[in-house]
């Protein structure tokens, strides 16, 4: 039998979206949509952190190796890249014996210690005469 091997124009060029729903029995469109998911959540979540807008990248590449013959190997990889959370400046002092200590070991400590109310002093003013002046 005797196909015509139909041409460029005739054929026309085919959706992206179909051929990466095919590679790697459609693992890599999966990962795919997985990871850009997980991207936009991150980035949603670092913008919202940091009252600002936060930018990222989901990068798909395709790396093919073609034959003299026509056969195609394609191997899919996804990659993502997301700002790093800034971390905070943290303080501590050493203490005598070495050791991290949010308290500073040279600090004097005062005395300190709790003081009874007397109820007699305190008077609770109806809501009316609380905003009033005198």
Excluded at 50 to 67: C, F, Q
Excluded at 82 to 102: C, D, E, Q
């Amino acid at each position: 039998m005797n196909e015509k091997i139909k041409t460029k124009a005739e054929e026309g060029v085919r959706s992206a979206a179909v051929l990466l729903a095919q590679v790697d029995d459609g693992a890599l469109n999966a990962e795919f949509s997985e990871r850009l998911h997980e991207t936009v959540q991150k980035l949603y979540e670092h913008a919202v952190e940091t009252a600002n807008d936060a930018k990222g990248r989901v990068s798909l590449t395709l790396d093919l190796a073609v034959s003299e013959k026509g056969f195609v190997g394609l191997r899919g990889t996804v990659e993502t890249k997301i700002p790093k959370r800034k971390a905070s400046l943290s303080h501590f002092w050493i203490s005598p014996g070495g050791n991290l200590t949010v308290e500073n070991p040279r600090q004097q400590k005062l005395p300190l210690r709790e003081v009874a109310g007397n109820a007699a002093t305190h008077i609770d003013l109806p809501a009316d005469q609380a905003t009033r002046t005198v």
